[in-house]
């Protein structure tokens, strides 16, 4: 069975292209553009990753973050937050929240898919 990718991003060119590469890779990639709904959606979906943008409507992804690690069922899933913000504030406050990995835009290819290998690993 392929695994189970929740991507929350907004950008539509930036989700494609993290589609592609990650539907390449084997894994069936869900995507939303609005934060609002993230959180309902991710625990129907009861994913193996989250890739989660910070930047968004409706919900900020720290506040996503946070609801997720709130919530028992999501408490150990692996979140890569993703963020075009790269100041070291941001990165505190995603560590302080429970982020599993933290990547600034623009990223490698081969530095998302093997972030991505690295927190699915088991």
Do not use: Y
């Not at 539509?12 to 084997?26: C, H, P, V, Y």
């Not at 959180?39 to 129907?44: D, G, L, Q, S, W």
């Amino acid at each position: 069975m392929s695994k189970h990718v929740v991507l929350v991003e907004d950008e539509l060119n930036i989700a494609e292209a993290i589609r592609f590469l990650l539907s390449n890779e084997g894994w069936r990639v869900e995507t939303i553009a609005n934060g609002a709904s993230a959180v309902e959606i991710i625990r129907k979906a009861s994913p193996d990753l989250v890739m989660l943008d910070v930047m968004l409507p409706g919900k900020s992804g720290f506040e996503i973050l946070h609801d997720l690690r709130e919530d028992p069922d999501c408490a150990a899933l692996p979140v890569l937050m993703l963020t075009a913000r790269g100041q070291s504030r941001d990165r505190e406050m995603a560590e302080k929240a429970g982020v599993s990995k933290f990547m600034t835009k623009p990223f490698s290819n081969t530095e998302m898919l093997e972030a991505v290998r690295e927190l699915t690993a088991s």
